[in-house]
């Protein structure tokens, strides 16, 4: 590996929002999900989940393409689940607080929450939002503002909106320069995780570059 490459590779595994996720549930639209998977990357999320709940749905993986997700799919790691109980005890070993987005009386705007805290963010799906019995693992929920006649945004939108707010507030307290969320064997693991991907990527180019 060039060096520059891996001094790439470093610096991104640096800004790696340890404590940070999205929960996508029953999001059938693999643009949709390509596009949150580019804005996870691009904020610093290393993993996020996507949970089926509904049976045409039941599956443990969907496919999606490196066109979908624009080579994101490479470096953010997706677990899928089917049943929520398992789903959200493997979110809480890293997110202490899941926040989802509703229009219920007891929301509270985006733009007044501390984001700096560990979170993971809890979409539905393009039509039907979350069910209720997956929102009954949420802490609390959260808006984003509008002012149009519409009261809803596309789940990438809404998803991109959120990530980046939350990205404008940890940049403000440092966490892209001194990260607090990554200790240093953790750091290491990953890095060295992402060099092996890279290393079977070539592998594989060569393999059908030879085949061919």
Not at 167 to 187: C, V
Request: glycine share 4%; net charge neutral.
């Amino acid at each position: 590996m060039r060096p520059e490459r891996l001094q790439k590779f470093s610096k991104v595994v640096s800004r790696r929002q340890a404590d940070l996720s999205v929960i996508l549930e029953n999001v059938t639209d693999m643009h949709n999900i390509g596009a949150v998977l580019r804005s996870c990357d691009s904020v610093g999320i290393n993993e996020i989940f996507i949970l089926n709940t509904e049976p045409h749905l039941a599956t443990d993986q969907i496919i999606i393409g490196k066109k979908t997700s624009s080579g994101a799919r490479k470096w953010v790691d997706v677990h899928y689940y089917t049943d929520p109980t398992s789903c959200f005890r493997h979110v809480r070993q890293k997110c202490r607080l899941v926040l989802s987005t509703s229009l219920g009386e007891n929301s509270s705007d985006l733009y007044n929450l501390d984001l700096t805290q560990s979170i993971a963010f809890l979409f539905g799906n393009e039509h039907a939002g979350l069910s209720a019995e997956v929102a009954k693992f949420a802490d609390g929920n959260f808006t984003i503002p509008q002012v149009g006649m519409v009261e809803s945004l596309n789940v990438s939108v809404a998803c991109a909106v959120t990530l980046y707010e939350t990205f404008r507030q940890r940049k403000l307290k440092g966490f892209y320069d001194e990260n607090p969320t990554l200790d240093e064997p953790a750091e290491n693991a990953l890095l060295e995780d992402y060099v092996k991907r890279h290393d079977l990527k070539l592998r594989n180019k060569k393999f059908v570059k030879k085949k061919d």
